[in-house]
C-alpha cells in the first residue's frame, strides 16, 4: 500500500536544505550555502564534514552504497556504486566515507562517447561532486543507494558530460544579465539563476505486446504499422478520463518522484491513445534538468510494475502525435523576481523589452543552433508533423507585444485594448481575467505570460544541450546590448534606438500565426529564415565559426567540446539508423515475408481447392486477392534487398563519421520509407491470424 501522504514523502529521500541545515554545524552549512548560492569555493574542511554527516543520514536510511551520479554523452546517467565498508587492521568492519571521495570520483567510464577527447586507453576521467543539485537515495529491489550529482571531466579538464557546459552557460548568461541590471540602477543583485520546467510527453503500451515487436524493443517506434480506423480523430483522449491501469501507474510514478524531490504536478492523456503528459513545477535549470533524467528513469522502471512499457521515442508511431518535452524558460533574480515578466504595463517596461529583444535577436541570429539543438533521429520523424512544430524557428509573441514591438520600431506610440475580462456568459460562472497573450501550440519558441516555451526539445533528450545553448546565445546578445549601452551619454535615448534597431532587424522571426500550415513555408522562405529538416544538415550549426568563436567567448564550450560533440551526434545518428535498418530487415525476413507467403499459399491452395470442386464457382474474389499479395510481396522483396545493400555499403564508412551519417539519411532512410509503405499495404489484406506481429489496433489500445 503506497504512503501517499505528500507531506511526509516529499524530498524524504534527498538531502536536503532542510537536512543540511539540521545536521551541519552553523559555520559550515553557512559556509556551503555560499558555494551553492554565489559560488565561493569549497573548503576540504566543509566537504569533511558534509561527508560525514550525508553518510550517517543515508546510512541511517538503510543505504551501504553511494555512487557518483553523472550524465555522459550519451545521453543517459551513468553510476558506479562503492560501499561505504573500510576495513580495520584488526579486520572489523567500518562505515567510512571522506571528503576527499565525496568531492571527487575517479569512475574510468572510457568507454563512453568522447568524439576523441579521450582515447579508449586512456582511463582516467573524473566526477566532481556539484552541491548546487541535491544529493538523493536511489531506491530498487536491493535497497537504497545514497547518488551524489556530479559533473564528469577528461583528464585534460575537457567536459565529457551534459551537466559541466550547462553550468557554465547559467553563469555566462548571469554575467551578461548584471551588466544589464547595473544600467537600470540594480546595484544588489550579483548572479541571476535560469528557471526551467520541462513538460514531458511518453506513450504507455503492454509488455507482453512490445516484447513481440522487435522494433519496439530494440529501436523505441515502430519501424512497421499500418494506422488503424480511428487514432485521434474524436479527440477523445485528449483530457480524458484515466484508465485504471494508467491511474494506478501515475500515482506510483508520483509518490517515487516526490520522494526524491521531483515536483511533479499535472498529469494527463495527451492527444493520442496511449499517450500521456507529465509536468513538473519549475525549478532552476540545473535541478530541472537531473529531475527530467530521475523522471525517465522512473517512468520506465514503474512502468515494467504495472505490465507496461513506457515509450520515449519521439515518433513511436507513425501518423499518431509525436512527443516532445515542452521546456519553458525565464530568468529569475534571487528575490524571486521574473526578468521575463512583462508588469501590468509592458509598454512603460523598459528593463523587461530589453530582455525580450536580446531573446529576440538571440534566436533570430542563431535560429540554426537552436534547432540544432532540438535535433535527433526519432525528432526527424516528429517535427512538422501532427501537433509538433515546425523545423522553421520562429517565435510567437502574441497582438499585444507584437503590437509594443511595432510601435517601438516606427516611434509613434498608439493606445493599445489587450487584457480586460472574459465574460463568458452564462450567469452564475465567474468572469475570468483575459490573458493578453494565447497560447499557440504551432510555434517552436512561444511567450507564454513570463517565460518562453521552446516546444522543440525530442521526448527522449536531456534538456542539458536545449538549455545550454539557450543560455549562451542569450547571453551574447545581452552582451552586444550592454557594450552599447554602458557608453551611452544619453541612456533613454540610446536605448529606444537600440530596440528600435534589434526590432526592425529581427522582426522576421516573429509568426503568430498558424506554423503548421503550407503558407508558413513560403513565408519564412520569402523571410530568409531557415528551413533545416533533418539533424544531420542541423548539427553542422554547431561548428559554424560563429557558433565556436560565441561558445569560446562565454566559456562554455572549446572548440575541441564542440568538434567532438558533432563527432558524437553524427555518429550516434548513424547507429540508431543503421540499428534501425537491421532491425527492419530482421523482421522481414524472419516475420512479414514468410506471413505474407504463407497467406498467399492459403488463398492459393483455396483456390484450387474451389476449382475442384467442379461446381464452376467463380473464383476471380480470390484471384484478386492473390494477385494484390503476391504483387505486394515482390514490391517488398525489391526494396528489402535495396536495404540490404545499402547497410551492406554503410558499414564501410569506417572512421568517416560525416559521409556515413549523410548516407544514412539519404540512403538507409528513404529505402525504409519505401519498405515501410509496401509492408504496410500488405497488412492490411494478410488475415489477423497470420500477421506475425501485434498491429497498431493491439498497441494503441492495450492499456
Known amino acids: 500500500m503506497l504512503n501517499t501522504n505528500f507531506h511526509e514523502n516529499f524530498g524524504c529521500h534527498v538531502f536536503s536544505e532542510t537536512i543540511m541545515r539540521e545536521r551541519l554545524p552553523k ?24 561527508a560525514g554527516a550525508m553518510k550517517e543520514w543515508a546510512m541511517e536510511n538503510g543505504a551501504t552504497h553511494y555512487t557518483h551520479w553523472f550524465q555522459p554523452l550519451n545521453g543517459f546517467t551513468a553510476e558506479k556504486h562503492d560501499s561505504f565498508l573500510r576495513i580495520d587492521k584488526d579486520g572489523h568492519a567500518l562505515s567510512d566515507f571522506s571528503g576527499k571521495a565525496l568531492i571527487k570520483g575517479e569512475p574510468d567510464a572510457s568507454s563512453f562517447p568522447s568524439g576523441g577527447l579521450r582515447a579508449t586507453f586512456e582511463a582516467r576521467g573524473y566526477t566532481a561532486w556539484d552541491c548546487t543539485s541535491p544529493a538523493f537515495l536511489k531506491e530498487d529491489s536491493s535497497g537504497l543507494t545514497l547518488c551524489i550529482p556530479t559533473a564528469f571531466c577528461s583528464y585534460n579538464g575537457e567536459a565529457l558530460d551534459k551537466k559541466t557546459p550547462l553550468l557554465r552557460s547559467v553563469e555566462a548568461l548571469s554575467q551578461q544579465v548584471v551588466r544589464i541590471l547595473r544600467l ?17 510527453e511518453y506513450f504507455l503500451i503492454d509488455k507482453k505486446m512490445w516484447k513481440e515487436r522487435p522494433d519496439l524493443v530494440f529501436t523505441g517506434r515502430t519501424l512497421l504499422g499500418a494506422k488503424p480506423p480511428k487514432t485521434q480523430e474524436m479527440d477523445d483522449h485528449y483530457f480524458g478520463t484515466l484508465k485504471e491501469r494508467v491511474s494506478a501507474y501515475m500515482k506510483e510514478l508520483d509518490m517515487a518522484l516526490w520522494k526524491v524531490g521531483v515536483p511533479s504536478k499535472t498529469k494527463h492523456n495527451e492527444a493520442a491513445p496511449a499517450q500521456h503528459e507529465l509536468a513538473p513545477i519549475f525549478e532552476t535549470v540545473n535541478i530541472a534538468c537531473d529531475h527530467n533524467q530521475i523522471t525517465m528513469e522512473l517512468m520506465k522502471k514503474i512502468a515494467d510494475h504495472h505490465g507496461m512499457v513506457c515509450l520515449l521515442h519521439e515518433k513511436p508511431f507513425a501518423g499518431l502525435n509525436g512527443s516532445g518535452k515542452h521546456n ?8 524571486g523576481v521574473n526578468l521575463l515578466n512583462p508588469g501590468k504595463t509592458p509598454r512603460e517596461n523598459a528593463q523587461f523589452l530589453v530582455f525580450l529583444c536580446a531573446v529576440i535577436s538571440a534566436i533570430d541570429d542563431h535560429a540554426a543552433l537552436i534547432r540544432a539543438s532540438a535535433a535527433n533521429a526519432g525528432n526527424d520523424y516528429r517535427l512538422g508533423a501532427l501537433e509538433a512544430p515546425p523545423a522553421i524557428i520562429s517565435i510567437f509573441l502574441g497582438d499585444e507585444l507584437t503590437e509594443i514591438l511595432g510601435q517601438i520600431e516606427s516611434g509613434e506610440e498608439r493606445p493599445t485594448h489587450f487584457g480586460g475580462v472574459l465574460d463568458i456568459g452564462v450567469p452564475g460562472l465567474p468572469n475570468l481575467s483575459l490573458d493578453t497573450t494565447d497560447r499557440n501550440r504551432t ?27 539557450l543560455n549562451t546565445v542569450v547571453a551574447e546578445a545581452l552582451s552586444d546590448i550592454a557594450d552599447t549601452l554602458e557608453n551611452a551619454k544619453d541612456f533613454n535615448r540610446e536605448l529606444n534606438e537600440l530596440l528600435a534597431k534589434i526590432i526592425k532587424k529581427h522582426k522576421r522571426v516573429i509568426f503568430n500565426g498558424n506554423g503548421y500550415g503550407e503558407e508558413w513555408i513560403a513565408e519564412a522562405k520569402r523571410r530568409g529564415l531557415p528551413n533545416i529538416n533533418n ?43 543503421g540499428i534501425e535498418a537491421q532491425t527492419m530487415l ?4 524472419k516475420q512479414i515475408i514468410p506471413a505474407c507467403m504463407a497467406y498467399s499459399d492459403k488463398i492459393a491452395q483455396g483456390i484450387v481447392n474451389i476449382k475442384a470442386t467442379a461446381l464452376n464457382c467463380n473464383t476471380l474474389p480470390a484471384e484478386e486477392r492473390l494477385r494484390q499479395l503476391t504483387n505486394g510481396i ?19 564508412f569506417n572512421e568517416n563519421f560525416i559521409s556515413h551519417a549523410e548516407f ?11 519498405i515501410r509503405t509496401h509492408a504496410d499495404s500488405l497488412e492490411t489484406i494478410v488475415d489477423k491470424d497470420f500477421w506475425p506481429i501485434p498491429t497498431y489496433n493491439d498497441l494503441i489500445y492495450s492499456v
Open 535 to 577: 539533424s544531420v544538415d542541423s548539427y553542422k550549426a554547431f561548428i559554424y565559426p560563429e557558433s565556436i568563436a560565441m561558445f569560446e567567448k562565454h566559456h562554455v564550450y572549446s572548440e575541441t567540446e564542440l568538434r567532438a560533440r558533432y563527432e558524437i551526434k553524427m555518429e550516434k545518428y548513424s547507429k540508431i539508423v
Open 328 to 335: 519553458n524558460w525565464s530568468i529569475t533574480t534571487p528575490d
Open 184 to 200: 537600470f540602477g540594480d546595484e544588489e543583485t550579483n548572479r541571476v539563476s535560469v528557471s526551467c520546467g520541462a513538460e514531458q
Open 664 to 674: 544514412a539519411r539519404d540512403n538507409l532512410v528513404a529505402v525504409m520509407d519505401e
Open 634 to 652: 515482390a514490391a517488398l522483396y525489391k526494396s528489402m534487398k535495396k536495404l540490404e545493400k545499402a547497410v551492406h555499403k554503410a558499414e564501410n
Open 443 to 469: 510555434s517552436p519558441f512561444a511567450f507564454t505570460g513570463n517565460k518562453f516555451e521552446f516546444r522543440m526539445v525530442p521526448s527522449s533528450a536531456s534538456i542539458a544541450g536545449p538549455n545550454t545553448v
Open 27 to 50: 559555520d559550515i552549512f553557512q559556509e556551503l550555502k555560499n558555494t551553492i548560492d554565489k559560488g565561493t569555493p569549497l573548503s576540504a574542511k566543509v566537504a569533511e564534514v558534509v
Open 586 to 589: 530482421q523482421m522481414l525476413n
